[in-house]
């Protein structure tokens, strides 16, 4: 009976604690996971409080090699404290990959990510921090297996 009422009590305060999601978020995804090091354009759609989905497209290029993917990701969100929130969720990534403008390849990924944000709107600016990583295994293509690396997200929201 008493680890029911703490059960009871620790989903209680998780229900209560839902973060606010912003309606609208956009800005860039700074870091990699070893093989796309680069930036990517962000966007997160609010679909409730607590629910939303970001897509985000990357790029990457050097010498040798140009990337590109797009990523989608649906998070489940809950507040922390004031404006700290932490999120989680699973996705999906597919990928383009030219090496030496000769070797084409195509990849699919299926993983998820969990991070943490600081959300300004509550201290009156419209801007969303977030650090996170997004592990996701690859399925065909140049880089098959699991890519795992972190992420640093400045956003604007409205």
């Not at 620790?10 to 996971?33: E, F, K, M, T, W």
Request: glycine content about 14%.
């Amino acid at each position: 009976m008493k680890r029911i009422f703490i059960i009871s009590i620790v989903l209680l305060a998780g229900y209560c604690s839902q973060a606010q999601v912003n309606p609208h978020a956009i800005g860039l995804r700074l870091g990699g996971d070893g093989d796309v090091n680069g930036a990517e354009i962000s966007y997160q759609h609010g679909f409730s409080e607590t629910n939303r989905l970001e897509m985000d497209l990357g790029f990457d290029s050097n010498k040798n090699d140009n990337r590109m993917f797009l990523a989608g990701i649906y998070h489940w969100n809950w507040n922390i404290t004031s404006g700290l929130n932490w999120y989680v969720g699973p996705g999906a990534a597919i990928g383009f990959y030219s090496y030496d403008n000769s070797d084409d390849h195509f990849n699919i990924g299926l993983g998820g990510q969990i991070g943490i944000e600081f959300d300004f709107n509550e201290l009156n600016a419209p801007i969303l921090l977030s650090i996170d990583t997004r592990p996701m295994w690859g399925f065909i293509g140049d880089n098959s297996g699991l890519g795992w690396g972190a992420a640093l997200g400045i956003r604007y929201t409205w």
